[in-house]
């Protein structure tokens, strides 16, 4: 592989190439934990759930202050595993949202069950909640939200149209471990969440990896039975699940880097303030839309999204591309509108406000241990990419409408908030 070069564009100097992601980076400031981690499961030789997965899920279920947590394969799987668990399947329905990772909706065809697509909020991107109640017919079983990127969806909101019609709610959290609504952690937000540990999640692992949580014993119960085949006591199958444990060699890692999810939380946190404020100073922000973060809302920023204006994404990619920085699309293509849904009925133009999503949102790098010079050459990229001047103006501007991150809350409020429960 080549190294690539910096280069000059508006004679400010090289335009440095920028990682979108640098898991190396970060690795480098756990690597002797990780190994000693790594090494003692070795030395046991219990690769398989065992007494590292058991402690990870406390530990995972007391930060996300859930009473259970239960550990699988994957956040794909942990998706399947919910809606099996709630008995969802041939015949029923499942409204989600179109602008996620495949998964969320490739879970419910697995199901056997039928993903109902309906619009996100134009400005947060996440479910729309009229849009969902819109959507309830009979055969209704389940609201799937998506915290899309790092912020809770609208859950008081979905919370209503739930109770009304008698359905359940599966978050999928796969994006958003620690994200917090109205003070209260993903994970406790519906009858059951699903956490993924992709290795580029805030909390990754050193491969596939994925929790479930919830607050009912019964519905935990029956998901640690149904990873492992259904399996109720040895040899003895109450009904046909799959193998979806969780590896001790997963569960060690994660461990030791959950103790540092905090830390690089509040590092991604600073990293997004940073740029709404290289924006403003910049003079940006008439192109580039920073996220918006709604109120009492924690935003944990798995990934950070820009909305370009005026027909302005892909000149932006393809400069930042050609000068070997860091950017992608979440989501190219709405999930309505993959082939392997066409059977579902809808048609470009059917659900807009994902589409239009589709076609001018950028992912731009947001990783904890990004610095302030690798944010200035992105925006520097960015401006050089409209043709913008190379020279911050040195006028004061004022900070960009950007909402603060909502509360952290730390373990004497989340006991507070369940006394008053
Ligand atoms: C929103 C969402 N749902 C589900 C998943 C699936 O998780 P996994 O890749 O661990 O199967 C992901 C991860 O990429 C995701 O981002």
């Avoid at 193998?243 to 830390?263: G, P």
Wanted: hydrophobic share 40%; with cysteine.
């Amino acid at each position: 592989m080549t190294t690539p070069q910096p280069t000059r564009v508006d004679g400010m100097g090289p335009l440095e190439p920028v990682p979108f992601i640098d898991l190396v980076a970060q690795h480098q400031t756990i690597s002797e934990e990780v190994t000693s981690a790594v090494t003692k499961v070795f030395s046991e030789q219990r690769f398989i759930l065992g007494d590292e997965v058991l402690n990870l899920e406390s530990e995972i279920a007391n930060y996300c202050d859930a009473r259970e947590a239960i550990g699988c394969a994957s956040g794909t799987d942990a998706l399947l595993l919910a809606l099996m668990a709630l008995d969802i399947g041939k015949g029923d329905e499942v409204i989600t949202t179109p602008y996620s990772f495949f998964a969320t909706a490739g879970s419910i065809v697995r199901a056997g069950a039928t993903p109902v697509f309906v619009d996100i909020d134009a400005k947060t991107m996440n479910l729309d909640p009229e849009a969902v109640a819109a959507a309830v017919t009979p055969r209704t079983k389940a609201i799937l939200p998506v915290h899309l990127f790092g912020q809770c969806a609208d859950m008081d909101a979905l919370w209503r149209v739930a109770t009304h019609n008698n359905l359940s709610i599966i978050e999928d959290a796969c994006q958003a471990i620690g994200a917090e609504y109205q003070g209260r952690r993903a994970g406790v937000l519906g009858r059951v969440a699903c956490f993924s540990f992709f290795p580029t999640k805030n909390l990754g692992g050193a491969g596939d990896g994925g929790m479930l949580t919830t607050d009912e014993p019964e519905l935990a119960k029956r998901l640690r039975r149904l990873r492992v085949h259904g399996e109720m006591t040895q040899y003895h199958h109450m009904e046909v699940g799959l193998n979806s444990r969780l590896d001790a060699l997963q569960a060690a890692v994660l461990r030791v880097k959950l103790q540092h999810l905090e830390e690089w939380t509040i590092a991604r946190q600073r990293n997004a303030a940073r740029y709404a404020d290289l924006f403003a100073e910049r003079g940006l922000l008439d192109v580039i839309e920073l996220p918006t973060i709604s109120e009492h809302s924690r935003h944990v920023f798995n990934q950070f999204v820009v909305r370009v204006r005026d027909g302005l994404r892909d000149r932006i990619l393809n400069f930042l591309r050609e000068h070997k920085i860091g950017c992608m699309v979440y989501y190219p293509k709405p999930l309505h509108l993959q082939p392997c849904f066409s059977d579902l009925g809808y048609q470009p133009g059917s659900l807009p406000k994902s589409e239009t999503a589709a076609e001018d949102s950028l992912a731009l790098p947001i990783f904890s241990e990004l610095t302030a010079a690798q944010q200035e050459t992105v925006v520097r990229g960015i401006a050089a990419a409209l043709g913008r001047p190379a020279k911050v103006s040195g006028a004061v501007v004022p900070r960009p409408k950007f909402l603060p991150f909502g509360p952290r809350v730390g373990d004497e409020a989340q006991r507070k908030h369940r006394e008053s429960a």
